[in-house]
């Protein structure tokens, strides 16, 4: 009974995220979350949303939300950096969520290697 209330409890956290990532996009290209936000609620030790996905444990709905919020990472203006090393490094991460959304093989290794947190916190953080 306890593993149906989890069960029941995840899927229903998983479609409010979903839920609130759809709705906080904005038509005008203007990204609905900020970076900090970005981080938290893709790199989160407590929602580990990439970290499912990459593990190959994450649903359908969670690919996508990770492909939205990837995508809108590289809308937003780092603190520091250049503009062209940003772009750079959130198109390769956000082509590479696409692939695993995908389904093509390899991709969650492709993936995490783009996920490079030290590398782009040191550049833009």
């Given at each position: 009974?306890?593993?149906?209330?989890?069960?029941?409890?995840?899927?229903?956290?998983?479609?409010?995220?979903?839920?609130?990532l759809?709705?906080?996009a904005?038509?005008?290209?203007?990204?609905?979350?900020?970076?900090?936000e970005?981080?938290?609620?893709?790199?989160?030790?407590?929602?580990?949303?990439a970290?499912?996905?990459?593990?190959?444990d994450?649903?359908?709905?969670?690919?996508?939300?990770?492909v939205?919020?990837?995508?809108?990472l590289?809308?937003n203006t780092?603190?520091?950096?250049?503009?062209?090393?940003?772009?750079?490094r959130?198109?390769?991460?956000?082509?590479?969520a696409?692939?695993?959304?995908?389904?093509?093989?390899?991709?969650?290794?492709?993936?995490?290697?783009?996920?490079?947190?030290a590398?782009?916190?040191?550049?833009?953080?």
């Amino acid at each position: 009974m306890r593993t149906v209330k989890f069960g029941i409890a995840a899927a229903l956290v998983a479609a409010l995220l979903g839920n609130a990532l759809v709705t906080r996009a904005d038509e005008t290209g203007k990204p609905g979350h900020t970076i900090k936000e970005i981080m938290k609620l893709a790199h989160n030790p407590k929602t580990k949303l990439a970290k499912k996905v990459i593990d190959g444990d994450g649903t359908a709905e969670d690919k996508k939300s990770l492909v939205t919020l990837y995508t809108e990472l590289g809308q937003n203006t780092p603190k520091k950096g250049s503009p062209e090393a940003w772009k750079e490094r959130t198109d390769a991460v956000v082509k590479a969520a696409k692939d695993v959304e995908a389904g093509k093989s390899g991709a969650e290794a492709s993936l995490q290697k783009a996920i490079n947190c030290a590398a782009c916190h040191k550049e833009h953080k």
